[in-house]
């Protein structure tokens, strides 16, 4: 096993792409209990979560002793119109990472949340949900065009991060995705919460995509949690708040399998810890502790 670092995510205090009620800390906040929960580095969050602009964006981050890992940039692939509005505003990300740290990359994703039957059925999404093989031509196409046009401007590598709510939840889609699209251009965002809700074991996952695997994000699930969400039929936004993302060690993702799979990938040294909760909930700054602490029991 390589060596890694450990990182966080504002989602993990509730700093969300969705537009929700409920008020989050602001960055210079987050990112503050962040170092003091002992993480070495954070992703960007939403545009205007932090400073936009190269140098203060560099300050904010080097006075807290934080890296700069990566950004989300969720597109709505399956619409050939989004694609073009995709890469500027990748773009705009990309030359603000790239500009604070060249070895960031860019995190695509679909626009997760804004189709209601996948947002209503997300961990319990069947075929009939899912896109034509000409739908999943058009996506694929869009996520190169997107990952290229950063490639080509800013030297960043673009990851794709599966997600609950999106069409880009099951492992069969996560298949159809990296069927479609080239190493060259675009690898995977392992999430292992999203991997677990969405119906998939992330240690099998590690296996079978080995070689591209990019990124990866540790976050825990609650089967508990899960089990109720089907059970009650809850939306998307209703399982988060059931508590379906828990804790790491709470749930049933293998961590110390998963971290013994990822020594044989060429996923980069970062980890990622999120643990997804809406504006005002939880506890964020004591489960990033909390979460922290599980780590060092696995030597990290």
């Not at 089967?223 to 399982?239: M, N, S, W």
Request: aromatic share 8%; net charge negative; with cysteine.
């Amino acid at each position: 096993m390589g060596s890694f670092r450990v990182a966080n995510a504002p989602c993990s205090w509730g700093v969300l792409e969705f537009e929700l009620e409920g008020k989050a800390l602001t960055g210079p906040e987050v990112l503050s209990q962040m170092a003091e929960a002992g993480y070495e580095g954070t992703e960007f969050g939403d545009w205007g979560f932090l400073p936009t602009e190269p140098k203060p964006l560099g300050q904010t981050l080097a006075e807290r002793g934080l890296a700069l890992v990566g950004a989300f940039v969720p597109v709505a692939f399956v619409d050939p119109s989004a694609h073009e509005e995709g890469i500027a505003v990748a773009l705009k990300t990309a030359r603000l990472l790239a500009a604070v740290n060249p070895q960031a990359m860019i995190v695509l994703a679909d626009n997760n949340g804004s189709v209601a039957a996948r947002r209503l059925n997300a961990g319990r999404i069947t075929p009939d949900l899912g896109l034509s093989s000409q739908q999943w031509d058009i996506f694929g196409k869009g996520v190169e065009k997107v990952a290229r046009a950063v490639l080509l401007e800013t030297g960043l590598r673009s990851v794709f991060h599966h997600h609950c709510a999106g069409f880009v939840e099951t492992p069969d889609e996560v298949e159809a995705l990296l069927t479609r699209t080239s190493p060259e251009l675009v690898n995977l965002c392992l999430d292992t919460g999203h991997w677990a809700f969405g119906g998939g074991d992330p240690v099998e996952a590690l296996a079978r995509w080995r070689d591209r695997i990019g990124h990866i994000h540790f976050k825990d699930h609650s089967p508990e949690a899960a089990q109720r969400v089907r059970k009650e039929e809850l939306d998307y936004f209703a399982a988060v708040r059931a508590g379906v993302f828990c804790e790491l060690g709470k749930g049933d993702v293998d961590f110390a399998a998963v971290l013994s799979g990822l020594g044989t990938t060429e996923a980069d040294r970062w980890i990622v810890v999120e643990q997804d909760v809406l504006p005002g909930m939880g506890t964020p700054y004591e489960s990033a502790v909390r979460n922290r602490q599980f780590l060092k029991g696995l030597g990290l």
